[in-house]
């Protein structure tokens, strides 16, 4: 059965080979990647938190996946996942209404 989504699940198993066609940059990318979730101020589940709301906010959904993944293996629950989802969307509207001045701005300078 073809799968008629854009977006293929199984494609997540294949984010690693996007080094094939730039293996420098794609090996930069992974070292840097893997040493941003490495514990630090900031705890491996607190990170997997923090990736899980900015995949909703971006819109990636094998970000969602993944990290909805990895939060249950790191002991996040329902609760706190979907808490955090909501802190990015409070974060991403009110990032798109506060723009919202700048058009006020234009709009006075426009009717002067």
């Known amino acids: 059965m073809a799968n008629n989504n854009y977006y293929d699940p199984a494609d997540l198993k294949k984010f690693g080979k996007i080094s094939e066609w730039s293996k420098e940059l794609g090996d930069k990318f992974f070292e840097y990647y893997g040493k941003v979730f490495e514990e630090g101020a900031l705890t491996a589940r607190e990170k997997s938190l923090i990736a899980l709301a900015v995949a909703h906010t971006e819109m990636c959904p094998y970000c969602i996946d993944a990290y909805s993944q990895d939060g249950l293996q790191r002991g996040i629950t329902k609760e706190e996942m979907m808490e955090a989802v909501h802190v990015g969307a409070a974060i991403k509207s ?16 426009l009717e002067m």
């Open 94 to 109: 009110g990032a798109t209404l506060v723009h919202g001045v700048m058009m006020m701005n234009k709009v006075n300078k």
